[in-house]
């Protein structure tokens, strides 16, 4: 009976002993990130900008897009307003797909960073008045992005101020790559783009010819009759070898066009978003930049 009382007692503890490592164990967790300058970014740009600058610095940064999401659909959930609110920096883009957050009210103590403030705009297609909110798919904006952003927050924290500069100075020198590779690099013309278009920047600033399904990153999804009819008869008269659809999409205009024209579909990434496995891999922006001059090269 002794022994048996003893063993009682032993499981007991055991017991209170796990619990106990169970209910710290999140408060762990939780406290990996106390103490540190808490940065919200929308979508994969203004985090991937967030994630660079802070590097070496005792910030942490969250992206509220789930990666694979669709931008365009996003809505914040009364977590993510939370997490807005109790945020030191908030990012953001300031697009059509975010007009959410002009009806966020902030915390005084919130650094607020939009950057369409950081670049010429430009209009999404000649028929509305509405501006192209993809800023960052051209390497030369997304440097203006990058230097608007460091110099807001060596603004508002300037005892962070040389690894700000130092950080955007390492990771500029990546873009400023790209942004003279797409000048100097033959690139195929024209793009047949057999999807939505958000690369009105991108195509304007390296003065590429293009076709695209759409005028803009239209909501719809299917092209009119006519203009799959126009996109096939480019391909066909160009010889054009490559057509190009989104990552992230159905791809279903584009296979159309290829089974019409025997055309090679490739990706082109928007950059808006990245899927699970890029952004647990630490995929930045270059990465996209990359993978597009190679999808956009006469070989790969």
């Not at 931008?71 to 977590?79: A, E, F, G, I, R």
């Not at 883009?93 to 959410?100: H, L, N, Q, R």
């Not at 603004?155 to 020198?173: A, C, K, V």
């Not at 082109?268 to 930045?284: E, P, W």
């Given at each position: 009976?002794k022994?048996?009382?003893?063993?009682r007692?032993i499981?007991?503890?055991?017991?209170?002993?796990?619990?106990?490592?169970?209910?710290?164990l999140?408060?762990?967790n939780?406290?990996?990130d106390?103490?540190?300058?808490?940065?919200?970014?929308?979508n994969f740009?203004?985090?991937?900008?967030?994630?660079?600058?802070?590097?070496?610095?005792?910030?942490s940064?969250?992206?509220?897009?789930?990666?694979?999401?669709?931008?365009?659909?996003?809505?914040p959930?009364?977590?993510?307003?939370?997490a807005i609110?109790?945020?030191?920096v908030?990012?953001?883009?300031?697009?059509?797909?975010e007009t959410?957050?002009d009806?966020?009210?902030?915390?005084?103590?919130?650094?607020v960073?939009?950057?369409?403030?950081?670049?010429?705009?430009?209009?999404?297609?000649?028929?509305?008045?509405?501006?192209?909110?993809?800023?960052?798919?051209?390497?030369a904006?997304?440097?203006?992005?990058?230097?608007?952003t460091?110099?807001?927050l060596a603004r508002?924290?300037?005892?962070?101020?040389?690894q700000?500069?130092?950080?955007?100075?390492?990771?500029?020198?990546?873009i400023?790559?790209?942004?003279?590779?797409?000048?100097?690099t033959?690139?195929?013309?024209?793009?047949?783009?057999?999807?939505?278009?958000p690369?009105r920047?991108f195509?304007?600033?390296?003065?590429l010819?293009?076709?695209?399904?759409?005028?803009?990153?239209?909501e719809q999804t299917?092209?009119?009759?006519e203009?799959?009819?126009e996109?096939?008869?480019?391909?066909?008269?160009?010889k054009?070898?490559?057509?190009?659809?989104?990552?992230?999409?159905?791809?279903?205009?584009?296979r159309?066009?290829?089974?019409?024209?025997g055309?090679?579909?490739?990706?082109?990434?928007?950059g808006?978003?990245?899927?699970q496995?890029d952004f647990s891999?630490?995929?930045?922006?270059?990465?996209?930049?990359?993978?597009?001059l190679?999808?956009?090269?006469?070989?790969?």
């Amino acid at each position: 009976m002794k022994n048996k009382r003893i063993i009682r007692i032993i499981l007991v503890a055991l017991v209170i002993i796990l619990l106990g490592a169970l209910f710290f164990l999140p408060r762990i967790n939780r406290n990996e990130d106390e103490g540190k300058i808490k940065i919200i970014a929308t979508n994969f740009p203004s985090y991937d900008i967030a994630r660079a600058l802070a590097d070496e610095l005792d910030i942490s940064v969250k992206m509220l897009l789930k990666p694979g999401a669709e931008l365009h659909d996003y809505d914040p959930t009364p977590q993510d307003i939370a997490a807005i609110n109790s945020a030191d920096v908030f990012i953001y883009i300031g697009g059509e797909s975010e007009t959410w957050v002009d009806k966020i009210t902030f915390n005084e103590k919130t650094l607020v960073i939009k950057l369409i403030n950081s670049v010429d705009l430009k209009q999404e297609s000649p028929d509305t008045e509405e501006y192209d909110e993809h800023i960052w798919t051209s390497p030369a904006n997304y440097l203006n992005m990058l230097s608007y952003t460091r110099a807001l927050l060596a603004r508002q924290f300037p005892e962070y101020d040389h690894q700000l500069s130092t950080n955007l100075s390492i990771y500029g020198e990546d873009i400023k790559r790209y942004d003279q590779l797409f000048r100097t690099t033959k690139l195929i013309q024209p793009i047949v783009i057999a999807d939505r278009f958000p690369f009105r920047y991108f195509v304007d600033e390296y003065r590429l010819q293009y076709s695209a399904a759409f005028p803009g990153c239209a909501e719809q999804t299917e092209a009119s009759t006519e203009t799959v009819a126009e996109l096939i008869t480019t391909v066909k008269n160009q010889k054009l070898p490559y057509i190009y659809a989104l990552d992230l999409s159905n791809s279903k205009i584009a296979r159309t066009i290829a089974d019409a024209t025997g055309a090679e579909i490739r990706t082109l990434y928007s950059g808006h978003n990245i899927s699970q496995d890029d952004f647990s891999a630490g995929v930045d922006m270059t990465v996209i930049y990359q993978r597009n001059l190679e999808a956009l090269q006469e070989t790969k």
